[in-house]
């Protein structure tokens, strides 16, 4: 009988040791270092899900809920992502959660990205 309770508590002291966001946040930062960006100009960068965070946070948005768009578009991302695929993206969280925020961001993205609509959109610069 000892030995059953002793194995019980080991149990749920081991279950501690794989709590689902853990995992899940473990799975997404594994996701994150397969997936390459692709930049206007073409060149290839690894996907970090902490850009769109602080993006996000610098349109306005709160840690928790810009860490929760973070991790949306990590959940979309794919190997080979257009850069302007992802902004699309972050633009319709910032949207779906405050209008406000999606202005700010193109707001920033036209006045000290110097972007314009077509940057904007996603399009290729010609």
């Given at each position: 009988m000892g030995d059953a309770c002793g194995d019980l508590a080991g149990r749920k002291r081991d279950r501690k040791h794989y709590h689902p966001r853990a995992v899940q946040?473990?799975?997404l930062q594994?996701?994150?270092k397969l997936v390459d960006v692709v930049k206007l100009d073409g060149r290839r960068e690894p996907f970090v899900?902490?850009?769109v965070t602080v993006s996000?946070?610098?349109a306005g948005a709160p840690p928790e809920e810009a860490r929760k768009i973070?991790?949306?578009i990590e959940?979309?991302?794919y190997d080979g992502m257009p850069s302007g695929e992802i902004r699309q993206r972050v633009l319709e969280?910032?949207?779906d959660r405050n209008p406000e925020w999606e202005q700010n961001w193109?707001?920033?993205d036209r006045a000290v990205k110097k972007r314009g609509a077509a940057a904007v959109a996603g399009l290729p610069a010609r």
């Amino acid at each position: 009988m000892g030995d059953a309770c002793g194995d019980l508590a080991g149990r749920k002291r081991d279950r501690k040791h794989y709590h689902p966001r853990a995992v899940q946040e473990s799975h997404l930062q594994e996701v994150s270092k397969l997936v390459d960006v692709v930049k206007l100009d073409g060149r290839r960068e690894p996907f970090v899900r902490e850009k769109v965070t602080v993006s996000a946070m610098k349109a306005g948005a709160p840690p928790e809920e810009a860490r929760k768009i973070g991790e949306a578009i990590e959940r979309v991302a794919y190997d080979g992502m257009p850069s302007g695929e992802i902004r699309q993206r972050v633009l319709e969280q910032l949207r779906d959660r405050n209008p406000e925020w999606e202005q700010n961001w193109l707001m920033y993205d036209r006045a000290v990205k110097k972007r314009g609509a077509a940057a904007v959109a996603g399009l290729p610069a010609r």
